[in-house]
């Protein structure tokens, strides 16, 4: 049996929990869980936490995170990002970087910032997203969060790359919707890389393939 901390790159299209699914048939435990819930559209750092390593999981709960991400501008989406029905708002041809970045001062430090319907947040004993899919639209409690960093890293018009790191609990598809809103033209997250949660970066993890060739002897090398 299996027990340890394993940071796996998680790719895109796959949820955490497919992920720990899968890992759960590979490892042959059942006892995995994971520290932050990545979307499908997401890759990068997922932590998994296995066998006797699963007590840990409530002390990693408050880890910060970092992000690439990717904004785009011109377009708004039920979803918040780039995988939901899209509405065109209108040309964000006129965004230059420095209309962006003054955009991007008011989103820094400790914010109130209100959960997406497309989320796992709970309203009555039900998830968010349970309601949305039903075209149901519930009052929400915005959340306290905190955005370290938030600074542009590339891009022109209506395409920009981002550097985000924030709290727990921080949806960076809210953080480029509301950024879309500021900047009057609307906004959506097209791409998303965590590159650290907590202590554990992108260049400690491992491919979800990498581990199932490891363990075809019985011994994953990144677990006792």
């Given at each position: ?167 727990k609990g921080t949806y960076v ?8 809103e500021t900047l009057g033209v ?39």
């Amino acid at each position: 049996m299996y027990s340890g901390i394993l940071p796996v790159n998680k790719p895109e299209g796959w949820t955490s929990h497919d992920v720990v699914a899968k890992l759960r048939g590979v490892l042959k435990e059942r006892r995995i869980g994971h520290g932050g819930t990545l979307d499908p559209i997401a890759t990068g750092v997922l932590v998994l936490f296995v066998g006797a390593a699963t007590k840990l999981v409530s002390a990693h709960e408050s880890d910060d995170k970092a992000y690439i991400a990717g904004l785009r501008l011109g377009v708004t989406s039920n979803t918040y990002d780039i995988t939901g029905e899209l509405t065109v708002r209108e040309s964000a041809s006129a965004v230059t970087r420095e209309r962006l970045e003054s955009a991007l001062l008011g989103f820094r430090g400790e914010l109130e910032q209100l959960p997406p319907m497309y989320s796992a947040v709970k309203v009555k004993g039900k998830k968010l997203y349970e309601y949305a899919r039903k075209g149901q639209d519930v009052q929400r409690t915005p959340r306290p969060v905190t955005i370290s960093r938030l600074e542009v890293i590339d891009g022109s018009a209506a395409d920009w790359t981002l550097a985000v790191e924030c709290s727990k609990g921080t949806y960076v598809r809210s953080l480029c919707h509301e950024i879309g809103e500021t900047l009057g033209v609307g906004g959506v997250m097209s791409s998303l890389v965590r590159t650290r949660s907590g202590e554990f970066t992108l260049a400690q993890c491992h491919t979800i393939e990498e581990i199932i060739e490891s363990a075809k002897d019985g011994h994953c090398p990144w677990l006792l």
